[in-house]
């Protein structure tokens, strides 16, 4: 039953995502998300002057960005009466905006929202070690020589250490550089990363490496091809490399449609070196890359003259353990599949966000068992089968790539342009969040 306050999606861009130290290393987050958001409003011929709000999520938090939202906002023609905010939820950052937006547009509080999420990875900084950092605190602090040289002293033999830190490569050191990519990716609470979490899943879940390979192979293959057939090139708005403009980054960096079975089978597990199946091929890599989407209420698109790409019928977030945070989309797809009055067998597509093949495999298991169902979710039987053939159709994260702030949004723009295609009535999009949270939204075919 259509209502004037539906939240509808009328239109959606990303830019290509590029594995970090790539293409796009050189383009500041903000900068790749006014590329998205100049297209978007293009592409939709937008009064900018009729949005109401910008959101957009963001895990690195650049220190001369840190509301990314309002700087991509501004730099994208968006007038200055407009508000601007920025959202946080890990990997789910893009996802929760597009909540956000829903939440405003549904109580009708606003009737056009921007939502989507910006990230460069290649960006996010290498800190001083903490030693260093008190040695600086005191050096600023200093009044005059006699304090500073012997601080200045201490920070030359701190250097030397540090050089054997690294080229020890103990990443333990207290001397060792505070790489903060890899920072953000290990939990605090267990004081694990999220490749050795998706090792706790390989093994319990009996996954063999032979099985996450041959997944990864098909992430490949499928986004290759939807590449070369154009599926991927209608979401994607191209970036313009500065200054010169000689080059053109229009497609992903990541997809080898020349992946082999035999060539990721060569790579050494990379998170538990001794028993783990976890390695470099099988796993999503570091990206750069931005997505926005422009959300309406019904009432508003339709007066606009907009005819809407689908309905947002609801979503939903749960927590896990995170030391499983890879099983997180099996804790909140039943919450959104219960809000929006469907069951797994309403569902013709599936964008499930490739962290690792070892969680979406683990993932498709969970979803399918009873026992898993009633001992951790407390229903009285399994929430659905997720089969192969409408699950990422067009490839996923292990060859896009995750850009932690601003995959949420891609996988909805997927999502709703394949439903498009296919003529599929119900899609559902989800993925797991670092800390231990899953997060899934669900949409109708406006077709």
């Known amino acids: 039953m259509k209502s004037p306050r539906d939240v509808v999606l009328v239109e ?105 999420g910006t990230e460069n990875m290649s960006q996010m900084p290498t800190l001083p070690p903490k030693k260093f950092q008190e040695i600086f605190e005191k050096l600023f602090a200093a009044k005059g020589p006699k304090q500073a ?40 609470f267990v004081g694990i990363n999220m490749g050795q979490t998706a090792e706790i899943l390989a093994k319990e879940w009996g996954l063999s490496r032979e099985t996450q390979d041959k997944f990864a192979l098909r992430s490949h293959l499928l986004a290759s091809k939807a590449m070369k057939e154009g599926r991927m090139r209608e979401e994607i708005a191209p970036v313009y490399l500065a200054p010169e403009y000689k080059e053109v980054v229009s497609d992903d ?76 989309p099996v804790y909140s797809s039943p919450v959104a599949l219960k809000r929006a009055g469907l069951t797994m067998k309403d569902i013709g597509l599936v964008e499930l966000n490739e962290a690792f093949a070892a969680q979406v495999l683990s993932c498709q298991k969970a979803f399918d068992s009873d026992k898993f169902a009633q001992e951790k979710l407390g229903l009285s039987s399994k929430i659905g089968e997720i089969r192969d053939e409408i699950l990422n159709v067009n490839g996923g994260a292990i060859a896009l790539g995750h850009p932690v702030g601003a995959t949420g949004t891609r996988i909805v723009l997927t999502l709703a342009k394949e439903m498009k295609r296919r003529n599929t009535q119900f899609g559902l999009a989800t993925l797991c969040i670092g800390g231990g949270q899953g997060g899934t939204m669900i949409l109708e075919n406006e077709g």
């Not at 709000?53 to 501004?74: C, F, K, Q, W, Y």
């Not at 960096?253 to 990721?264: D, Y």
């Not at 597990?269 to 783990?276: C, E, N, Q, S």
Request: glycine share 10%; hydrophobic share 45%; with cysteine.
């Open 12 to 116: 959606g861009l990303r830019t290509p995502f590029a594995k970090a130290g790539t293409k796009l290393k050189k383009v500041h987050p903000a900068e790749l998300g006014k590329v998205a958001l100049k297209q978007v409003i293009a592409q939709a011929n937008l009064d900018v002057n009729l949005v109401d709000e910008v959101i957009i999520g963001n895990t690195g938090n650049p220190p001369d960005a840190v509301n990314i939202s309002r700087v991509v906002a501004l730099n994208a023609g968006i007038p200055l009466k407009t508000s601007a905010y920025t959202v946080h939820r890990n990997c789910a950052s893009a996802m929760e905006s597009i909540s956000n937006g829903y939440e405003k547009i549904k109580s009708g509080t606003m009737d056009v929202i921007i939502a989507g």
């Open 149 to 188: 040289l012997p601080l200045l002293w201490t920070l030359f033999k701190a250097d030397m250490k540090q050089i054997k830190a690294l080229l020890s490569g103990n990443m333990k050191d207290e001397y060792f550089p505070v790489i903060s990519v890899m920072a953000g990716l290990t939990d605090p």
């Open 253 to 328: 960096v990541g997809p080898r449609e020349s992946q082999t079975i035999e060539a990721l089978a060569k790579l050494k597990p990379f998170f538990d070196k001794a028993t783990g199946s976890i390695t470099a091929g099988n796993s999503c890599p570091i990206t750069d890359g931005a997505a926005i989407v422009l959300m309406m209420s019904r009432e508003k698109a339709e007066a606009l003259g907009y005819k809407p790409l689908a309905t947002i019928r609801s979503y939903g977030f749960a927590g896990l353990e995170p030391e499983r945070m890879g099983l997180g």
